[in-house]
């Protein structure tokens, strides 16, 4: 099983920035993909960034030039640099990664780490 933690989370006043960090740990696995999700009262998860191995990335339109992922390989550690961040931005933002362990795809989540941002 690969295990993802994640910190950073917090309250913030509109306009200000804000960290998450995600570390994976387990046994006997290689990731291809990491990212964040977030999901707020009464709406689905969405996709907010991911970025492959390869360092290629995604983000959702709404984020864009607002949020940075990044990835730290050797420590299988996924950043999501989060500036002039808005109160639409408030939400339980998850930790993903998806991968091989023993040979056999796996897709883990981390606990989810709440994001207030107050107007």
């Known amino acids: 099983q690969v295990q993802l933690v994640e910190s950073g989370g917090g309250l913030v006043q509109a306009g200000g920035s804000l960290r998450l960090s995600c570390a994976a740990s387990?046994?006997?696995?290689?990731?291809?993909?990491m990212g964040w999700y977030r999901q707020a009262p009464g709406k689905p998860r969405e996709l907010v960034a991911s970025?492959?191995?390869?360092?290629?990335?995604n983000y959702a339109d709404s984020v864009k030039g607002r949020f940075t992922i990044s990835r730290d390989n050797a420590r299988n550690t996924v950043y999501l640099q989060m500036n002039s961040l808005k109160p639409e931005d408030t939400a339980v933002y998850y930790c993903?990664?998806?991968?091989?362990?023993?040979?056999?795809?796996?897709?883990?989540w981390g606990q989810g780490t709440q994001v207030t941002v107050s107007s």
């Open positions: 993903n990664a998806e991968g091989l362990r023993y040979g056999r795809r796996f897709n883990s």
């Open positions: 387990g046994r006997s696995f290689s990731i291809n993909a």
């Open positions: 970025m492959l191995s390869g360092g290629s990335s």
